[in-house]
């Protein structure tokens, strides 16, 4: 169908039909979108034209994702993740590409053509294992951090694969445009040059990250329009990928490493903020220009090949990374996540594919056979994902915790306490002294069985699970307490309160302000700092020995805490603007400083006294004798 506006109309109708219904049956947004442009594409209702460059037009949501990873990894970050990085996320790139390698040498291709097939075929997505993190929860589990650290390399990796394969050109093979792919301004240059060209461009991305953006940023802020400091955002976006387009390198790649380069920039969460949305709607569209894209003709025209050589990359990658998960102590039910989930072949891929077929090292038909084993392993591996998650995973967890089910709930009360180790059996024990019964749930059946032999009445379960938290009486309690020292399952929770139990008070934990930051975002109210009233008490007792009277210590440290407490509302509206939440916060501290030195000033009643036992103690001592 022809015009902006009907394609536009195609593209969103078939993602709010498909993917709502993907996320009901509990397959996740991925497979929903992947869904939509099988739908709508060239083999099925034929919306779009089998000729149609979707793949090009929709890159722009791994260009955007991957400016968006890239601010998130300031370079000490990196420096501290360097053993993740290159010893588990090269590891695999290179042990990947080298039994793939060895593969197409053994099935009749050249080495140039091998080699190019291994590099491509050793990186994963980045978009669909990232989003399928994110929605379960999981970027902070082992199974995250592994997978990131892999992705990470990948994306690393990229450079150096781009500037290889023009050193493959047997001299004298002229380029054939590809199928795709684009050389732009260096394609009729000799291979030696075109890579000089490709890391001249990456200097410049650098030089220009380092130099040019920041000044921009800070000129556009001055005018404290929002809208022109997001238009400036998606022009630096854009501009980059614009640049490495013309000399044909993927301008994803190039966002990518001027997200890391400005990730130390002052503007680095007002760029996160207003860039955001836009990347979840262009990802959105770039995994239905994948399921789009799938020749069901040429599968059907070489079934068993394709099929074959789907099914064999996906289970060679996810067997090297089960061996490398198992070399990280993962669990069994955390590996099988990690190297399932990055088992398919990447978005990157693509780009590689273009490349090569540009550079003459592929004709059409490899890369046509390549493309379609690419998008058809995309869409295979969030089907594994949902079988593992929803078939597999739960009965591995109940054999890993010795057949163990959640606890039958004998008895509800008002308050629900969920978690509880130091934190939360401190409180319970509080509570249960002033005669009132907690609920109490606990996710370690170790924990559970301790605690049990104490004398407590702990119940096995997950907190997070809805049918759990009916049993345990959420709909008639009160109160529900969050004693977790996780701030992903604790969001969790909050999300699953506000939908299912509307009136039920939730009061929650937080280890400190940025975690509270988070949750006073999604509106809870009830924030408990860790270390607040423990740090207060501490300067309490100082004050004591120092010699100030009780009854002004209590009265300065209440204080105290309401002053910060009323800071903490005022900096959350700050908190993704560097250089105004410095500002603010002086100001705060300040203001903090200034009310408690007047209270101070106070001449405070001279029965202050009364609260200190050790004047009674004295008194009394000198009356006896």
């Known amino acids: ?367 046509d056979f390549l493309m379609a084993i690419t998008a058809l392993s995309m869409t295979i591996t969030p089907i594994f994902l949902v079988l593992l998650d929803k078939v597999i995973l739960p009965k591995m967890i109940k054999v890993e915790k010795n057949d163990r089910d959640m606890d039958e709930i004998e008895s509800k009360g008002k308050v629900i306490l969920l978690g509880f180790s130091h934190f939360g059996s401190t409180l319970g024990r509080f509570l249960r002294a002033n005669g009132i019964e907690a609920t109490v749930l606990d996710y370690n059946p170790d924990q559970v069985d301790f605690l049990r032999k104490m004398g407590f009445k702990v119940y096995f379960g997950d907190g997070t699970r809805l049918d759990l938290l009916h049993a345990a009486g959420a709909d008639e309690a009160d109160i529900l307490i969050s004693a977790i020292n996780n701030a992903e399952t604790n969001a969790k929770l909050v999300h699953l309160c506000k939908e299912n139990f509307p009136n039920l008070e939730v009061m929650v934990r937080a280890k400190n302000r940025y975690d509270a930051y988070e949750l006073m975002e999604m509106g809870v109210t009830n924030i408990y700092r860790e270390h607040l009233d423990t740090s207060i008490r501490m300067g309490e007792d100082v004050m004591k020995k120092l010699g100030f009277r009780s009854h002004t210590i209590h009265r300065l440290a209440q204080n105290f805490r309401e002053y910060d407490e009323e800071a903490l509302k005022i900096l959350v509206q700050y908190r993704n603007n560097r250089k105004e939440y410095i500002s603010k916060v002086k100001s705060q501290i300040e203001m903090q400083e200034s009310m408690l030195s007047g209270e101070m000033a106070k001449k405070f009643s001279l029965n202050d006294h009364a609260w200190d036992s050790d004047s009674i103690k004295k008194s009394l001592n000198s009356e006896k004798s």
Not at 99 to 104: N, W
Not at 156 to 185: F, N, R
Request: hydrophobic letters at 55%; one cysteine or more.
């Open 1 to 367: 169908m022809e015009g902006f506006f009907a394609q536009a109309i195609i593209y969103i109708l078939a993602a709010i039909v498909c993917v709502p219904i993907a996320k009901k049956l509990g397959m996740g947004s991925v497979l929903g979108y992947l869904i939509a442009g099988i739908v709508i594409g060239p083999y099925l209702l034929g919306f779009l034209s089998e000729g149609e460059d979707i793949m090009h037009k929709a890159e722009f949501g791994v260009v955007m994702m991957l400016f968006l990873i890239g601010l998130e990894l300031e370079p000490k970050n990196l420096w501290k993740m360097r053993d993740l990085i290159l010893r588990v996320g090269l590891s695999q790139v290179l042990v990947t590409a080298a039994l793939v390698f060895g593969i197409a040498l053994a099935l009749g291709f050249s080495w140039r053509i091998s080699l190019a097939i291994g590099l491509s075929m050793a990186l994963s997505s980045t978009a669909i294992v990232l989003q399928s993190l994110k929605e379960k929860n999981e970027m902070g589990s082992p199974t995250g951090k592994l997978s990131f650290g892999v992705l990470l390399m990948q994306d690393i990796a990229v450079i150096p694969i781009l500037a290889i394969l023009p050193l493959l050109v047997v001299s004298g093979v002229q380029t054939t445009g590809g199928a795709g792919g684009s050389g732009g301004l260096i394609e009729n240059f000799p291979g030696w040059a075109q890579t000089l060209f490709i890391f001249g461009a990456i200097g410049l991305v650098v030089l220009l990250g380092r130099y040019a953006f920041g000044p921009l940023l800070g000129l556009v802020s001055k005018t404290k329009l929002r809208e022109l400091f997001t238009a400036s955002a998606l022009l630096i976006v854009v501009g980059i990928g614009f640049l490495m387009q013309v000399v044909g390198l993927s301008p994803a790649l190039g966002t990518f490493l001027a997200g890391v380069i400005l990730a130390n920039s002052p503007y680095r969460h007002a760029l996160e903020t207003d860039l955001d949305p836009f990347k979840g709607l262009l990802l959105g569209l770039f995994f239905m220009a994948v399921g789009a894209t799938i020749n069901f003709s040429l599968i059907a025209e070489n079934t068993s090949i394709i099929v074959s050589a789907t099914v064999g990359i996906i289970l060679l990658k996810a067997l090297i990374l089960f061996v490398i998960g198992r070399s990280k102590r993962l669990t069994l039910p955390e590996n099988l996540s990690f190297s399932i989930g990055l088992s398919q072949v990447g978005e990157f891929s693509f780009v590689t594919y273009a490349f090569a077929s540009q550079l003459g090292i592929f004709n059409v038909e490899i890369s």
